[in-house]
Nanobody
Framework: QVQLAESGGGSVQAGGSLRLSCVSS???????MAWFRQAPGKEREAVAA????????SYADSVKGRFTISLDNAKTTVYLQMNFLKPEDTGMYYC???????????????WGQGTQVTVSS
């Protein structure tokens, strides 16, 4: 049974930073891992994704240059370093793994429970 557990959320002021972590258990790590977010009243959106074995990471335009996604050496923990945070980055952040399709619109088989990020102005 694959489980994903996010941590690292919190409340910060605009311009601040947070680092999210997602630890996977029972997962081979041999696939895509990604971060999504959902703000109140809005649809869930893809933030960033990374493939274990080749190629560079992918980012939503809204976070390019501010967020960095990375994997640990075991390829089972994915991080999201978030810098220069803005109030519009507020939302529940979810980790996802094992992709079928495009990184931002495809289907992920496994999801975490989420961690809340709140950015105040």
């Amino acid at each position: 049974q694959v489980q994903l557990a996010e941590s690292g959320g919190g409340s910060v002021q605009a311009g601040g930073s947070l680092r999210l972590s997602c630890v996977s258990s029972g997962y081979t790590g041999n696939q895509w891992m990604a971060w999504f977010r959902q703000a109140p009243g809005k649809e869930r959106e893809a933030v960033a994704a990374i493939y274990c074995c080749r190629g560079g990471p992918s980012y939503a335009d809204s976070v390019k240059g501010r967020f960095t996604i990375s994997l640990d050496n075991a390829k089972t923990t994915v991080y999201l370093q978030m810098n220069f945070l803005k109030p519009e980055d507020t939302g529940m952040y979810y980790c996802a793994a094992e992709l079928s399709g495009a990184w931002d619109t495809g289907h992920y088989n496994f999801w975490g429970q989420g961690t809340q990020v709140t950015v105040s102005s």
